[in-house]
């Protein structure tokens, strides 16, 4: 039966062997891959699936072997790729064949008889004509046509079918490398996305920690602030109480030694004047009144930090700055004016003599009220003044002897009463007995330090025309731009404040670098020093002309809004 072998049987051969369902027994339509690696065709399964539609498993007809059902029914089971590959090119081969034999499928049973010449064998095979021939046939119609014997033609058949086989082969082991190859991509794919997901949730939670952090430490020094001030305001009133409360006592003591008085004839003439000057002075006397506004506190939102603390109520304030911008310049001075309360122009320097204070370049105050001066313009010294110092006696205002300084030019005091000194570029920091603790280098030139609440210290430098901002150790926390920034600076409340002489400006900026205000100095002369108070009112010294020109010191809301002019004629 070797002889009988042809292309058309073995491409049947491997049809049914391999591509033929097991419920149907047809050839494979949308086949479909159990658990088990055994496969049906959809529509077979489907009608399967029909006799149990409630449960969430399917038994394999062939091994029995149960396969979970996902929510997509049977289409959501794994389509056999290989199957349908295998499928599309036996019938791409049965195309072919069927084109070779004229479109005629042959029979699947073996033909030794000529059907066209009745007891003639099929003897030889026609090349041409693609088919196996009688000797009638031969005469007849293939005389010129190429003939083989059968043994040739059937080896050529094999041959041919072999290299058919082969080729199916490849195609199926191309197929299986392509989903290997996909397998392989997309645990690869997998185990990418559980990483990046896993670092984007590692990051995201770093940051809402810092931000959650950083919004901690702003509510804990917001309520810190906040009780300290409500303290104070307590402390205020309850003093303010108990004066008045003092006042009635008196008064009312001298009520009643005034109405026994009455009932005595002789007494009162004695003690008339006295009585009446006393109640003269009583009817005089003004309650103490504690400042308008001290009970107003508030807060406001901020949009890149939690917020701020406001103790004035502002719209009141805008309404009462535009109502007294309007009442004429001399009445506002004269309200607002300060007074001399010390000055001093003398102190004693190394050498143990008296000497003038040519030049006061900057001042700083520790908390008790001691002062310290850096002196002179070319050779600078430091001069402390304590607070109880006698305006008419020189002997305690003195030169400092501090080992490390060559050249200061700016001081400041932060909250833990440490001196902080800008000597030739370098940031010194002092403890109260004067000692080195320790010192960082800025960049750049710096021309001005400031301290705020915090113990962080700002860093202008003219030359950039930027501030940097550092921790207390020196360590750099970020660089803010400044533009016109000069030798001037101050801090409030996590706010830089400067002074732009070029362009007459006064200037502030948060921490992370967000315009708060700038606003025009209009006060016919250029900004120098600026300062803030503990309620943020602003400070700034315009100086009326050029160097040694006098100046007068402006008073602006901590908004930036001009109040008024404090001191004149400096």
Not at 75 to 81: H, Q, R, V
Not at 138 to 151: C, F, G, Q, S, W
Not at 240 to 250: D, G, L, Y
Not at 329 to 337: L, P
Request: aromatic share 6%; hydrophobic share 30%; net charge positive.
């Amino acid at each position: 039966m070797a002889s009988n072998i042809t292309a058309e049987s073995v491409l049947t051969k491997i049809s049914q062997d391999h591509l033929e369902c097991p419920i149907c027994s047809g050839r494979f339509k949308q086949p479909k891959l159990l658990e088990c690696s055994h496969s049906f065709c959809l529509e077979c399964l489907q009608q399967l699936r029909q006799n149990s539609p409630i449960t969430t498993r399917l038994s394999c007809p062939v091994c029995r072997q149960e396969t979970l059902i996902n929510e997509n029914g049977i289409d959501g089971l794994k389509t056999n790729l290989t199957v349908l590959s295998l499928i599309e090119a036996i019938e791409t081969q049965e195309t072919q064949l069927k084109q070779q034999q004229g479109k005629q499928v042959p029979s699947q049973e073996f033909v030794s008889k000529c059907s066209k010449h009745t007891g003639k064998d099929l003897i030889l095979y026609c090349e041409t004509c693609k088919k196996l021939i009688c000797s009638t046939c031969i005469a007849k119609d293939h005389r010129t046509h190429p003939v083989i014997e059968l043994n040739e033609a059937s080896h050529k058949s094999k041959q041919h079918a072999a290299e058919l086989l082969a080729e199916v082969r490849q195609s199926i082991t191309t197929f299986n490398t392509a989903i290997q190859e996909i397998d392989t991509s997309r645990k690869t794919l997998d185990s990418m996305f559980a990483a990046t997901k896993e670092k984007i949730t590692k990051k995201a939670d770093e940051e809402i920690a810092k931000v959650a952090a950083r919004i901690r430490e702003e509510k804990q020094k917001l309520m810190q602030e906040a009780e300290q001030i409500y303290k104070d305001r307590v402390k205020t009133m309850q003093t303010a109480r108990a004066t008045n409360s003092k006042e009635i006592n008196k008064a009312e003591l001298k009520q009643d030694e005034v109405n026994q008085l009455m009932d005595q004839r002789i007494k009162i003439v004695h003690h008339i004047e006295q009585l009446l000057q006393d109640l003269k002075e009583y009817r005089e006397k003004k309650s103490t009144k504690v400042p308008d506004g001290l009970s107003y506190m508030d807060f406001k939102e901020g949009q890149n930090s939690l917020g701020r603390l406001v103790l004035k109520d502002e719209q009141q304030v805008e309404s009462a700055t535009s109502a007294q911008a309007r009442k004429p310049t001399f009445q506002s001075m004269k309200q607002d004016k300060w007074t001399l309360k010390t000055e001093m122009n003398k102190y004693k320097n190394m050498k143990q003599q008296m000497v003038n204070i040519n030049l006061a370049r900057d001042v700083a105050a520790y908390s008790n009220s001691d002062i310290v001066v850096v002196s002179d313009r070319i050779n600078t010294s430091l001069i402390t003044i304590p607070a109880e110092s006698n305006p008419q006696s020189y002997n305690v205002s003195q030169e400092l002897s501090i080992q490390g300084l060559t050249g200061p030019s700016i001081v400041t005091v932060n909250k833990n009463d440490e001196l902080i000194v800008l000597d030739r570029g370098a940031v010194k920091i002092f403890n109260r007995n004067y000692q080195l603790l320790h010192q960082f280098n800025p960049g750049s030139k710096p021309s001005r330090i400031a301290v705020d609440d915090n113990n962080l210290i700002a860093v202008g430098h003219k030359d950039k025309a930027e501030i940097s901002l550092h921790k207390p150790d020196g360590s750099l926390i970020r660089r803010l731009p400044a533009p016109g920034i000069g030798g001037y600076l101050t801090t409030y409340k996590q706010r830089l404040i400067y002074t732009n002489w070029n362009h007459n400006k006064l200037v502030s900026v948060t921490y992370n670098g967000e315009m708060v205000f700038s606003v025009d100095i209009n006060q016919s002369g250029g900004p120098l020093g600026v300062c803030c108070d503990k309620d943020g009112s602003i400070y700034v010294a315009v100086r009326r002309g050029p160097y040694y020109s006098p100046g007068d010191i402006h008073h602006y809301s901590p908004d930036g809004k001009y109040i008024g002019c404090i001191i004149k004629g400096l």
